[in-house]
Nanobody
Framework: QVQLLESGGGLVQAGGSLRLSCAAS????????SAWFRQAPGKEREFVAA?????AYADSVRGRFTMSRDNAMNTLYLQMNSLKPEDTAVYSC??????????????????WGQGTQVTVSS
């Protein structure tokens, strides 16, 4: 059984930083996309970042967020710098069961974590 467990969320002031982690059990990430998505209250879930051989980012976070993957630890990371109040959301990690190039589409992912809350105060 594949499980993803996020950690590292919390409350931070605007301009601050947080590092999210996503530990996987039950499989390795392999040659599949893994990603971070976020969902703010009253809004649709949105793509944040994805990684396979190299990371890709949403325009809203490019230059501020960095996604990485530690294959030995079977863990994903999302380093978030220069946080803004509009980054407030529940952040979830996800990974694919079968390869799909549609890495920005949440439907391309089969396994999801439970999410971790990130709150950025102004």
């Amino acid at each position: 059984q594949v499980q993803l467990l996020e950690s590292g969320g919390g409350l931070v002031q605007a301009g601050g930083s947080l590092r999210l982690s996503c530990a996987a059990s039950g499989r390795t990430f392999g040659n599949y996309f893994s990603a971070w998505f976020r969902q703010a209250p009253g809004k649709e879930r949105e793509f944040v970042a994805a990684i396979n051989w190299s990371p890709a980012y949403a325009d809203s976070v490019r230059g501020r967020f960095t996604m990485s993957r530690d294959n030995a630890m079977n863990t994903l990371y999302l380093q978030m710098n220069s946080l803004k109040p509009e980054d407030t959301a529940v952040y979830s990690c996800a990974t694919q069961r079968f390869y799909s190039s549609n890495y920005m589409d949440s439907g391309a992912y089969d396994y999801w974590g439970q999410g971790t809350q990130v709150t950025v105060s102004s």
